[in-house]
């Protein structure tokens, strides 16, 4: 048993390459076999809500399906907080994973790919920055002005940011209105914000494991307490870090702590239980001398610190901070399915609970469903397959 | 408002001063007043479970109430992760806030002192290591060998290794039996181990918010998480940091988590929503720019972080992964109550009806239970009051 694998990786595969289309490129033609070739698409400029002209901005995406005559059987699929457009299928038919939905994504699926044509795109600001599918305008891209990576100088983004990106490869796919949008955990914000931003272009959203209509004060204080290890590492220099140089340990500390709070004590007790790291070096002998939940935290955290980076790390947690539709909920006009894990550590139940309140008393139609099992938050991910029924009945309504 | 003032401060007065006794000291004097002195017992040494010698050790205690003529009317009460020995009453008639279990312990209270003589401890290796009132021994102690603060050449020390040096405060107050050992979350681990270690001297056992009868290894992880920013802080030096420059940014960030875990969303709402810390500074403008919630959690920590140190941090939490009594159960001869709150997001309930199900399986009576309040952990200590009745019946029966 090889205890770093017991704890889910989330990462997708890095095989492959990336197809560049020109800004003014055709829509490429897909194929409906699972295997998926990434695509980005590149905006000429693009000023964000809080004023900051960014540009050029690449946007990484793939797709599954066929789009349609009339343009209409589109669905976005938006991903959560450490994931990349990667919903569906492999790009090597050696990949041992493959993306985060494709237990319901794929021919005769809920998202039925005979039927829809399905985009995942990679978020504003990618968690993944180093990544090598991963090619959206993060922190780590050069800036055209320097010749430098942007780092600290990124500017603030909200999930408004992101989706007003996702509005702009649709116009260039031909797209003008969508089927449904979809996501898990920050990606379900990002579907409700698309509601509430196009709503005249979003008839559906299905959100999963995706709190309410904008983020509590105790879900603020968790980002805070996901950055903080970040800001402490001294190589974080202020977000002044060279690339070749980043806060590693810090960046490792901060993804530790989402990984063990997307899961759950069920998980936790029964593949790892009390053992320790190693037999030979007893926990209570020395400081440090580790159980075995924590050398495979640790081990999983750090595999991913290779792929992602502090300065987007920082502005992705603000972005959910910052997320509030408030103010904006009256827009929606799309009916809702909203699902919840019952064990969800990360995103509370109760969260949801009040969001779909609010939604309703906004005038918006919501079903709900709930999964009652106890893998936590990433049970969203792991067991969406179980959303299937749900989601197949929504989707033809 | 003040903002910091709202996050529970858990810190108990500094007013007042310790009253030093000889190790061979006759029992002292007790008022059933409010008022209450703290005192100090030294043991000349003390071998830990895991073989390291410690001496002179100091016990920092106080107590509320007569001890009877036949010695039999004791109740120990043992303090959470973050706490000290003052569970009742005050040091000085100023003092703004009580001991933590004030509205359990005092005159007519559950544990009514008319009745009982109730002796609050430090523990061994206290959290609260600059605290004026805080004498027992910790890695802010002075190495008698060196002259110099233990720092990270305290040893590792177990739940175990408290309960030891308690019990010989114990002996030297002529204590052979006691009515019930008492305590709330790290304070109910000691309050079983004392059980189980010594179980002819343990006749009940009330635990509150206090997991089971070992640490699961969600748990284990999570602490790990706290101590995270200790380790990534450049002053932590591996311990060997200097008094007057110690950690004091990542004890800080530690200090936050544990804060933060043992309160709640219904809390963090209430109190905070989604203010920004300052009207002219909004959180959308700047990464530094903070909500309401994050200015007052780290004023909080700030302020614990300059009375505790983070050599004592490490090994509490290090105690606390260890704490293990699967092995031990059987001794227990105690009946017990355990008292759980449904809010809580650090000692999940599901812990406790594992626990209750295991001391069970082992043969204990075992009551339980269960407050409905919405304010996570802390409620334990907030609304203990609410187990008044309860517990009355138990300290009877």
Redesign the interface.
């Known amino acids: 048993m090889s205890s770093t694998r017991d704890v889910p990786t989330i990462l997708t595969s890095t095989s492959g390459k990336v197809l560049q289309e020109a800004p003014t490129g055709r829509e490429p033609r897909y194929t409906a076999t699972s295997q998926v070739q990434k695509r980005a698409f590149t905006l000429d400029q693009y000023t964000t809500?809080?004023g900051a002209h960014l540009g050029p901005v690449p946007i990484g995406y793939e797709c599954y399906g066929h789009l349609n005559e009339a343009r209409d059987n589109a669905i976005l699929v938006l991903h959560y907080f450490t994931g990349t457009s990667h919903a569906a299928g492999r790009y090597h038919p050696d990949d041992v994973e493959a993306g985060y939905w494709d237990a319901l994504i794929g021919p005769g699926r809920a998202i039925d790919t005979d039927r829809f044509f399905v985009i995942g795109v990679d978020s504003l600001c990618n968690l993944n920055a180093r990544h090598p599918l991963v090619v959206s305008l993060t922190p780590a891209s050069l800036d055209p002005r320097t010749q430098r990576p942007y780092g600290a100088d990124f500017p603030?983004i909200?999930i408004t940011d992101m989706v007003r990106v996702q509005r702009e490869l649709l116009r260039h796919l031909g797209i003008e209105r969508l089927h449904a949008v979809v996501g898990p955990s920050m990606g379900s914000m990002q579907a409700l914000e698309w509601a509430a931003e196009f709503p005249d272009l979003v008839p559906r959203v299905f959100g999963a494991i995706g709190g309410g209509i904008?983020?509590?004060?105790?879900?603020?204080?968790?980002l805070?307490?996901w950055c903080?290890?970040i800001l402490?590492?001294?190589k974080f220099k202020d977000g002044h870090y060279p690339p070749e140089d980043p806060p590693f340990?810090?960046l490792s500390?901060a993804l530790?702590?989402v990984t063990?709070t997307a899961?759950?004590?069920e998980?936790?007790?029964r593949?790892?239980?009390?053992q320790p790291a190693d037999r030979k070096l007893p926990?209570?002998?020395?400081?440090e001398n580790?159980?075995?939940?924590?050398r495979a935290?640790a081990g999983t955290a750090r595999a991913r610190a290779e792929l992602t980076d502090a300065n987007a790390f920082?502005?992705l947690a603000?972005a959910v901070?910052?997320y509030?539709l408030r103010d904006r909920v009256q827009r929606i006009r799309a009916k809702v399915l909203w699902a919840t894990v019952a064990s969800d550590?990360l995103i509370?139940p109760?969260?949801s609970t009040r969001g779909v309140q609010d939604l309703r008393n906004a005038g918006v139609n919501v079903e709900t469903v709930s999964l009652p099992t106890e893998g936590g938050h990433l049970d969203g991910l792991h067991f969406a397959g179980k959303f299937s029924d749900s989601l197949r009945g929504f989707l033809n309504s």
């Open positions: 809500a809080s603030v909200r904008a983020t509590e004060a105790y879900l603020i204080a968790w805070r307490q903080a290890p402490l590492d001294p340990d810090g500390a530790e702590l063990l899961l759950s004590p998980w936790a007790g593949i790892f239980a009390r926990p209570e002998q020395k400081l580790l159980f075995s939940i924590e935290l920082l502005r603000k901070q910052l509030d550590l509370l109760e969260y």
